[in-house]
């Protein structure tokens, strides 16, 4: 599947020696990605993901995970399968009972 020429979504997770979120999704055994129900991430998600103005199909949408903000930090592409509304997964970073946004996650891109 080709990068080039489909929306990015940019999105960041942070490593802890907690919660190790960027490498459990590099490495395929989370996924899911959850962004809360709030104003900011609602104008973002709908049916639909909102980039730089226009709405996108999730499926259309490649999603570009981030380790942080520094220069030098970590990232990769992933496929986007879906988008709902869900309760989250606890071992996955979710509280239990909450409905978040939910990314449905694919393949590694690159």
Known sequence: MKIVKRPILHLNLKDTHKEPWFDMVY?????????????????IFSSNIKIKGKYYHPTDVIIC??????????????????????????????????????????????
């Open 27 to 43: 490495n395929l055994v989370k996924k899911e990605e959850y962004r809360e129900i709030k104003p900011f991430w609602n104008r």
């Open 65 to 110: 995970f981030s380790n942080g903000y520094s220069k030098t930090r970590r990232q990769f592409f992933i496929e986007c399968k879906g988008l709902k509304v869900a309760e989250g997964k606890k071992e996955w970073g979710a509280k239990p009972g909450e409905q978040y946004h939910t990314l449905i996650l694919g393949d590694i891109l690159n």
